[in-house]
């Protein structure tokens, strides 16, 4: 299948994320080289914490979608056993 307009503007941009990736760390590599250990310490404590801190919120939130999703769930099974047959079959086509 030949490849659209699309997936080629598509795939430049990947490209050149690609390379403002690479950038991006050799930069961060060379402030860490230069960076005393003291203020590496320090950054990469406050980085493990905010990212403890992400990946509670992040569990938080799939939590209440996981409890909405439930009771979405329960909420369109009463009604398909609750509804009449024509009006199941007007609400829940496919």
Known sequence: ???TEKDRQFLQI???????LLLM???VFVYLLLTPVEEIRMATTVVGVVLCLVFWLTQ?????VM???FELTRIVNVLKRSL????RRELFRD
């Open 60 to 64: 938080r939130l799939l939590s209440f």
């Open 14 to 20: 990947v490209d050149r994320i690609k390379v403002y």
């Open 25 to 27: 760390a050799l930069t």
């Open 1 to 3: 299948m030949p490849l």
């Open 67 to 69: 409890l909405l999703d």
């Open 84 to 87: 009449p047959e024509a009006q």
